[in-house]
């Protein structure tokens, strides 16, 4: 399948793995982009030189197009952008923050700029700022998060900017990416789903706890604290709910979550560690490689096109 995101970054399927702290390791991000998609670092926060190390790690591991993800509150963003522009990965996708004033000295490095919104206002200012695409993150995304659905932000993005646009949240199967193409994206981003992949190195029990989600147990934390995160039910969430129902301070109740998704991630802890995971881990089953999941998006999309078409006849 062939779209603007593919011509933009020189990869085989219109998928992005999304940028999960930890979680993106090179690891991960090779095995992605060697199955044709565009695989990310997560810079998430660490410092400098553990992201140039996880660079340079992925060129051992693939010869394909892939990306870092830097999340602009982190404390080494600045460090980390230079690091980035001496390494030259192909892709820089920015969240928590705005990213304009690193985009020209980005563009000089010939790095593409796929900042992820979550509102048309900032759509339109980083179409404008120069970003060469921009990802699209409804709020039913794991970690940090919105407000809007993707079902009502990624049209009204795709109307926005002219530049190519990749839905991201809630994406499980190709069921939401015939959803998401059919809303205007060129492209979707997918982050839970490679969390259950043979080759991240989460931890054993992480992977578990997202194949027997349900429905409704990712859940929202910190609003109180005007920053969001979806993550699945546990001890460390209800804990942050009776903080946020007792009017703890700010300061409090992000203390709490300190070192929450590496606990988590390396420990393998599933009660007081931050299982940061979208709404889609419901209707993730089964641990595959990541050139499967990638196919699984897309094989079988005339039938089931065939399939909308036959029950939208009139």
Known sequence: MNTRLCELLGIEYPVIQGGMAWVATAELAAAVSNGGGLGLIAAGG???????????????????????????????AEEVMQVIIEEKPAVVATGAGNPGKYIPALKEAGIKILPVIASVA???KMEKDGADAIIAEGTEAGGHIGELTTMVLVPQVADAVSVPVVAAGGIADKRGAAAAFALGADGIQVGTR?????????HENYKNAVLKAKDRDAVVTGRSTGAPVRALKNKLTREYDRLE?????????EQLGVGGLRRAFLDGDVQTGSLMAGQSAAMVNKIEPCA??????????????????EKTEV
Request: aromatic share 8%.
């Open 46 to 76: 660490a410092p400098a030189d553990a992201v140039r190390e996880q660079i340079r790690k992925c060129r051992t591991l693939t010869d394909k197009p892939f990306g870092v993800n830097v999340m602009l509150m982190s404390p080494f």
């Open 122 to 124: 900032m759509a339109k």
């Open 194 to 202: 490679f969390i259950c992949s043979e080759e991240c190195i989460a």
């Open 245 to 253: 129902k007792e009017g703890a301070s700010k300061e409090e109740i």
């Open 292 to 309: 499967d999941i990638i196919r699984s998006y897309f094989e079988g999309m005339d039938e089931l096109l065939k399939t909308v078409a």
